[in-house]
Each structure stands twice: as structure tokens, then as C-alpha cells.
């Protein structure tokens, strides 16, 4: 099962709406993570079961969708949400990442 | 807290193999499987496989499976990635990431990551 991100990247104003979509090959139901990397740093997880939001991540970041096509919305664009995103499927071997989202500010 | 702690950076020539460690704490170590992904530059993030500690089961990745082995050390809970043949194309950095639940299996805490640089 593929993974499509879309766009590879964007760039946005501070305060803007951002949207990144991810594509699945196949169904996944709702079996999808979204994670954020920032330069240098380790990625960390924002959001899982398509739209549930990790504790302590700020209530700007949402997502949703089931099956194949799913969306992060980051609302009200902040300097420190400037970082490469990625949507991950992990309801079956093997974990597909997609390619990716950098997000400019 | 959950902590995942790597081992230090490596260098190898091509051809050469490379053992990279990851030491859990601060969770019940057997009970949640423990994926390693790989980030190489100016590339995404790409799964190479899972093991779980209590009895070492693993799932490796298609494109990574006649070269990568993952052990399991449960007595000091480490979790160890050998890669074998090693090319430029494995200059990455490797990171090891927790299994949130059995339940759903996306990856709730990530180590800091091991650089593996590979050149002749």
C-alpha cells in the first residue's frame, strides 16, 4: 500500500490555515498517524486513529478522513509549526510513510 | 517517562556492516514492539522493520530482509539493528520508535537517533 502526500511542500503566513492530504493505495479504515519533524529533531506524533490528537499537542492541529484520503489542518499558522510532515499508515506491515510536507513559514 | 536511548555515530566503508543499539526505559520493555525507521538526507522516512522483546519476533521491511537483523537483549532492555552490505545509500540516521499499543500501532516515543555514515 502507497503512501501520496500532497503537497511536497507549502508555505504560508503566520495565522493562515494550512491543509496537507495523504492518499492511500488501498484501505486503511482510520489507521493513520500524522507526525512532525523539525530540522534536526526526532519526529514526534500528532495525531493517530486519523483524527485523535496526542496529548499536549495544541488544538491548532486536526485531521481527518477514513478509507483512503485523509487531511491535517493546521489552523492559525505559528512559527514553531515550521517542520516536515508526514502521514504514516500502520494498520498492517509494512508501516508506509508518506513522502512528506514542508511546511515554510 | 518513556526514554529510548541510542548508541553513538558510526562510520563504515562500503561492504561493511553496522550495529546500532537503542536501550528502553521508564515502560514494561517485553510488552510493546520496537520499529526501527530510517531517515537518510533529502529522503522521507522509511520503515525498515520491528521486533518485539518478549520472544523476538520481527517483521523487516521487503527491500531491507536478506540484510538487516534485529536482536533483542532483554536483560538490559536494548534492541539492536545490525545492517549488512552496506552501501552509501544506507548514509542515514537510524532511529528506533515504541509501538503505542497492540491496539493501534502507530509510534508514541522515538529514540534520539544513531547517524550512520558510510564512505570509502
Known amino acids: 500500500i502507497q503512501m501520496t502526500q500532497s503537497p511536497s511542500s507549502l508555505s504560508a503566513f503566520l495565522g493562515d490555515s494550512v491543509t496537507i492530504t495523504c492518499r492511500a493505495s488501498q484501505g486503511i479504515a482510520n489507521y493513520l498517524a500524522w507526525y512532525q519533524q523539525k530540522p534536526g529533531k526526532v519526529p514526534e506524533v500528532l495525531i493517530f486513529?486519523?483524527?485523535t490528537l496526542q496529548p499536549g499537542v495544541p488544538s491548532r492541529f486536526s485531521g481527518s478522513g477514513s478509507g483512503t484520503e485523509f487531511t491535517l489542518t493546521i489552523s492559525s499558522l505559528q512559527p514553531e509549526d515550521a517542520a516536515t510532515y508526514y502521514c504514516?499508515?500502520?494498520?498492517?506491515?509494512?508501516?508506509?510513510f508518506g513522502q512528506g510536507t514542508k511546511v515554510e513559514i | 517517562q518513556v526514554q529510548l536511548v541510542h548508541s553513538g555515530a558510526e562510520v563504515r566503508k562500503p561492504g561493511a556492516s553496522v550495529r546500532v543499539s537503542c536501550q528502553a526505559s521508564g515502560y514494561t520493555f517485553s510488552a510493546y514492539y520496537i520499529h526501527w525507521v530510517r531517515h537518510a538526507p533529502r529522503q522521507g522516512l522509511q520503515w525498515m522493520g520491528r521486533?518485539?522483546?518478549?520472544?523476538?519476533?520481527?517483521n523487516y521491511a521487503q527491500e531491507f530482509q536478506d540484510r538487516v537483523s534485529m536482536t533483542v537483549d532483554t536483560s538490559i532492555n536494548t534492541v539492536y539493528m545490525e545492517l549488512n552490505r552496506l552501501t552509501s545509500e544506507d548514509t542515514a540516521i537510524y532511529y528506533c520508535?515504541?509501538?503505542?499499543?497492540?491496539?493501534?500501532?502507530?509510534?508514541?516515543?522515538w529514540g534520539q537517533g544513531t547517524l550512520v555514515s558510510v564512505s570509502s
Open positions: 521486533i518485539i522483546p518478549n520472544g523476538g519476533g520481527t
Open positions: 520508535a515504541k509501538e503505542a499499543s497492540h491496539r493501534s500501532r502507530y509510534f508514541d516515543s
Open positions: 504514516q499508515r500502520y494498520n498492517t506491515a509494512p508501516w508506509t
Open positions: 486513529a486519523s483524527s
